[in-house]
């Protein structure tokens, strides 16, 4: 159930924001918090957090992957 799964995320991105309050230089919790804000939509949300992750750690791949994704065009 999609209600189900967004309630699950909205819980996870809280979590994981807190983290990232604790420990903000953390580029791994800003790269899952972006993939959590894309799954739901939010994709300049989601860009932020994954240009936030590079800033920290310019070399995360799994950001430069997901910035390009989420950047990209639509077909």
Do not use: W, Y
Request: overall charge positive.
């Amino acid at each position: 159930d999609r209600h189900a799964a967004s309630e699950k995320d909205l819980a996870e991105l809280t979590e994981t924001m807190k983290a990232i309050a604790k420990d903000p230089r953390n580029a791994d919790l800003r790269h899952k918090a972006g993939t959590i804000a894309l799954r739901n939509g939010h994709t300049t949300a989601a860009v932020g957090l994954f240009q936030s992750a590079l800033a920290e750690n310019p070399k995360h791949e799994p950001s430069k992957k997901a910035l390009a994704e989420a950047t990209r065009p639509p077909k």
